[in-house]
């Protein structure tokens, strides 16, 4: 059931206070997309705690669930004809930039200055990436080439498979993953680790993989909070990387200003 009739549904249950939180809503709906909490409550005549019962009313477990819902219903397409005119690119920004705050949320800047020290005493480091974390892996590659600090992305299974050999102590692997469930991670992760390999993992899912690496940084998911395919995690993974490259390039350069925009 999308937001829409979601907020139908309950109609014939609401308060006067909630009905006057329905009919706003279904006039504004844009604004409730794009607006924090706070914001609504003002532009309502209502407060925070009431915004968020109504939400679980209507059987979200708050505001923040009935928001992204209601994004997401907005983002797909699947719009009743008195909506056709919501703002479609404003929803879709408001998503990922809410996804994208909460990195600091899920990130330790201790883990990160670890890793990056971790990458700038290895002596080759190797980035691993499949379909469309390959293209984080390039990404990663290729901002490295701003502040010298070289590094190879490999984003074909076969080729993973035949690096493993040449692979020895003093070398780092790190590999992009946002579900963290792909077998061939699993046993690459164990054969060089048996040869004194130290693996890195930065994913948008918490599973057993992250137990099997020496480091790891966990990043929030907006695939996660859409049934669909049509919001990426590589977005959250090529902000990840800006941060990673500010930190490495402080300790290869001795400066942040060495990183070229």
């Not at 020290?117 to 990404?139: D, E, F, M, P, Y």
């Not at 035949?162 to 579900?179: A, P």
């Not at 164990?190 to 004194?196: A, C, R, T, Y």
């Not at 993989?209 to 996660?224: A, D, F, G, R, V």
């Amino acid at each position: 059931m999308n937001p829409f009739d979601r907020l139908d549904c309950y109609k014939n249950s609401y308060t006067k206070s909630e009905k006057i939180i329905y009919e706003w809503i279904k006039k504004n709906p844009a604004l409730v997309v794009r607006d924090n909490i706070e914001t609504l409550a003002d532009e309502i005549s209502t407060s925070k705690a009431a915004i968020i019962r109504f939400s679980k009313k209507i059987g979200y477990s708050g505001f923040a669930e009935f928001k992204f819902e209601l994004s997401r219903y907005i983002i797909s397409g699947v719009r009743e004809i008195e909506n056709e005119n919501m703002d479609i690119a404003r929803s879709i920004t408001s998503l990922y930039a809410g996804y994208i705050k909460q990195i600091n949320d899920f990130i330790d800047l201790k883990d990160v200055k670890i890793i990056a020290k971790v990458l700038s005493n290895a002596r080759h480091v190797k980035i691993l990436g499949k379909n469309r974390t390959g293209l984080s892996a390039l990404q990663l590659r290729y901002r490295f080439t701003k502040i010298g600090f070289d590094a190879e992305a490999i984003t074909d299974a076969i080729l993973m498979d035949q690096m493993l050999e040449s692979l020895t102590k003093g070398d780092v692997v790190l590999i992009f993953t946002t579900r963290a469930v792909d077998i061939q991670y699993y046993n690459l992760i164990k054969n060089v680790s048996k040869n004194g390999v130290t693996t890195i993992v930065v994913t948008c899912a918490e599973t057993d993989l992250m137990k099997k690496t020496h480091y790891h940084i966990l990043l929030p998911s907006i695939e996660n909070a859409s049934t669909s395919s049509f919001l990426d995690n590589q977005t959250i993974m090529f902000v990840f990387i800006e941060i990673l490259l500010a930190e490495l390039a402080f300790i290869v350069n001795g400066n942040y200003h060495s990183i070229q925009k």
